[in-house]
């Protein structure tokens, strides 16, 4: 089969003939598959830069971790992989499959359910998002960003704030269902002010954080109490795009109603992960087949895979590779 694959941590995948994949036992699926997403999870996994990378295989890996395939019934399906998913076969995990509605592309499908584990999860099982919450959302104009703006409003959220540098993106937030933009591009003093007027009518209770590094020091210490009763302020990482490490007063921590936790993989339990599955994939899979859950995506062929590897795309679109 024709397949991406990785030799070295670092190096540009490959288009190579490369092995089919053998289930190992019952709780596996070999699968065709059709379409699968080119997200910075994938590219930190192949690089190393990320905390579940591994060493790629001595005779090379395929690389991609989920998408959208096709059961031996002719079912379409999104999976998660056990084998790796940019390939024309792949073996998904028998429990973690959704059955996708019939008129929802391939491309949409295979973008949109990583950008839902990176909003939805941190939403509703870190910061319990309730309705009636201010949200602010750090670093909204990137593809996630904007899926985790209208997954806000769609559970209930009654004002979603949206931070971001890139301009354009930030403006069509406005139609994606943020209340309020506000841009990382200004000063410091400008950003907090704004932040602060943002509130006027009601504080930030989620904070979903895609960003980490100044911003996110910015929006924590403009949190900081003086000793009277604050609102509880959920503050969920889901990225570090703007960098690792932070510096956070203990202040911080004393002075508010601040919890303050990460989304990621190794924080959700087993049954968080089967609720996803269960119910949150299905219910976003139909509100993007309505077109109520919108996203933009480029369309690639598996052939160019080295090509495009490292293809600069804009805010709020993602690559996503055809089989």
């Known amino acids: 089969m024709k397949a991406a694959v990785i030799y070295q941590k670092g190096e540009l995948p490959e288009y190579v003939d490369f092995p089919e994949p053998v289930a190992q036992n019952d709780d596996e699926l070999l699968v065709s598959v059709k379409a699968v997403a080119i997200k910075h999870f994938d590219k930190g996994k192949a690089a190393g830069r990320h905390y579940s990378s591994s060493i790629p295989r001595e005779n090379g890996q395929v690389i991609g971790g ?18 790796g998913m940019l390939a024309e076969k792949a073996t998904i995990e028998k429990d973690r499959v959704v059955k996708l509605p019939a008129n929802l592309s ?25 309705p009636g919450d201010v949200v602010l959302i750090n670093g909204a104009t990137g593809f996630t960003g904007r899926v985790a703006v209208q997954i806000a409003k769609h559970y209930g959220a009654k004002k979603v704030i949206a931070t971001g540098r890139n301009t354009q993106s930030l403006q069509d937030l406005l139609a994606l269902g943020a209340d309020e933009i506000i841009s990382l591009n200004q000063g410091d003093e400008q950003f907090l002010d704004q932040l602060k007027k943002s509130q006027l009518n009601g504080p930030v209770g989620v904070i979903i954080d895609y960003l980490w590094g100044h911003s996110a020091e910015m929006i924590l210490g ?30 911080n921590l004393r002075s508010v109603n601040l919890q303050l936790t990460g989304s990621g993989l190794g924080s959700w339990s087993n049954d968080q992960v089967r609720l996803l599955f269960s119910e949150i994939l299905p219910e976003m899979f139909q509100l993007a087949s309505d077109g109520k859950l919108k996203v933009e995506t480029i369309e690639v062929n598996l052939k160019n895979i080295a090509d495009i590897w490292n293809l600069d795309v804009s805010d709020g679109q993602r690559l996503v590779v055809t089989i």
């Open 66 to 83: 989920d998408g959208v395939c096709v059961l031996d019934d002719g079912t379409k399906v999104y999976g998660m992989g056990v084998s």
């Open 106 to 130: 391939d491309a949409t499908a295979a973008a949109l359910a990583n950008a839902v584990i990176g909003s939805a999860m941190g939403l509703r099982f870190k910061a319990d998002i309730q």
């Open 222 to 251: 403009s949190s900081k109490g003086k000793g009277s009763f604050t609102n509880k302020i959920r503050f969920v990482s889901v990225g570090s795009v703007t960098g690792d490490l932070i510096q956070l007063s203990a202040a």
